[in-house]
């Protein structure tokens, strides 16, 4: 059938000038389709401890690629060749994907294809030659130490003026009101803990808000996270964030927890585990109410790399402390702070 698959088949995922939701594609493809991605996905949970985000992702962009091609059941999948590939990919240009999406999505689809041939579904693997959309080096953004200083210093303050604006309540009235002043307390302070947590330790968000209680030693000073692939790792934190995060569980939690708050250390308005998306908004507020550069909670993890190597920790230690895999994503710091150098270098050296 080669690429008329693609060519000769209406859209779907321009129809009505949206993407189809997972539910659709499904329904296009049908359920053996839907169960070898399922089986496909396993293998990278099983054999890669692929996180649930990966896994959700490489579910639609597989599902998408199959919708377009018309795959409709497991012998229409010898059928695909590189060109009806090629042709998708074409189509995510023309549906304005970003590259780095793009990239994904190639990834998830050759790995697909690999895995399919590998057990013996395909004779074939149509995507061994498909080719992932180059993404441009970039710099990872980071606050000067100043300006971090002053997003943590401006955030503490908001939290201390919230204290002091708080009426006297009798302990009933601050345990169930979680829409006035008591509550209004317990978020500054979680959000004060929030940002004094992310910058010292410089974990990722969806770290952050998987901690519970006894994963915090305040005597050590150490928090337990677990990252990418279920991978736990120790990271240490200072005398600000143990203070910031003290002050949220002594004072500050109580105000938020319900029975259904478990052990989960940083809670929403609704006693629930805070959600990742609050966090952001989160970080976004504060920056902007500091007026320090908009960053995101990544942005802050590139600015607590940056900074400890500007004061000289090892390379390794950084790595260690950020989770990473490879030297070399934490080696993208020291051209960070290699430019802060030359920055300055610039702006006090009579002659630069």
């Not at 990278?44 to 401890?49: D, P, Q």
Request: with cysteine.
């Amino acid at each position: 059938m080669g690429s008329r698959r693609c060519a000769d088949r209406p859209d779907r995922m321009r129809q009505n000038g949206k993407r189809e939701s997972s539910q659709e594609l499904e329904h296009v493809v049908g359920a053996p389709i839907v169960a070898v991605i399922d089986q496909f996905l396993h293998a990278l949970r099983t054999n890669r401890a692929a996180s649930e985000n990966t896994l959700k992702a490489y579910r639609v962009d597989v599902l998408d690629c199959l919708a377009t091609m018309g795959v409709d059941g497991r012998t229409a999948l010898d059928d695909v060749s590189v060109d009806d590939l090629r042709a998708w990919l074409a189509s995510d240009g023309e549906r304005h994907y970003a590259r780095s999406s793009m990239a994904r999505r190639t990834v998830a689809v050759r790995g697909f294809f690999h895995w399919a041939h590998d057990q013996a579904l395909i004779d074939s693997d149509p995507a061994a030659m498909l080719m992932a959309p180059k993404i441009p080096s970039a710099l990872p953004v980071v606050l000067t130490q100043t300006q971090a200083t002053t997003l943590m210093d401006d955030t503490d303050a908001q939290a201390r003026r919230q204290d002091h604006q708080q009426p006297q309540h009798d302990a009933d009235t601050q345990q169930d009101d979680h829409t006035g002043r008591p509550a209004d307390l317990a978020v500054a302070l979680r959000d004060a803990a929030i940002l004094e947590l992310l910058y010292a330790t410089g974990m990722r968000v969806g770290e952050l808000v998987g901690i519970d209680t006894p994963d915090i030693d305040f005597a050590q000073r150490t928090v337990r996270v677990t990252g990418k692939g279920d991978k736990q790792r120790v990271i240490p934190f200072g005398a600000p964030a143990s203070r910031a995060v003290q002050a949220w569980l002594r004072d500050g939690r109580p105000l938020l927890a319900t029975a259904a708050s478990g052990d989960a250390t940083f809670l929403g308005r609704r006693g629930g585990r805070i959600d990742q998306r609050i966090v952001r908004q989160v970080v976004h507020a504060k920056a902007r109410a500091a007026g320090v550069p908009d960053i995101s909670p990544h942005a802050l993890r590139h600015s607590a790399a940056t900074h400890m190597l500007d004061g000289g920790a090892d390379l390794r230690e950084v790595q260690e402390m950020l989770g990473h895999a490879s030297l070399r994503t934490t080696q993208r710091y020291t051209h960070v702070s290699m430019e802060q150098l030359k920055e300055r270098y610039r702006q006090a050296f009579p002659r630069a």
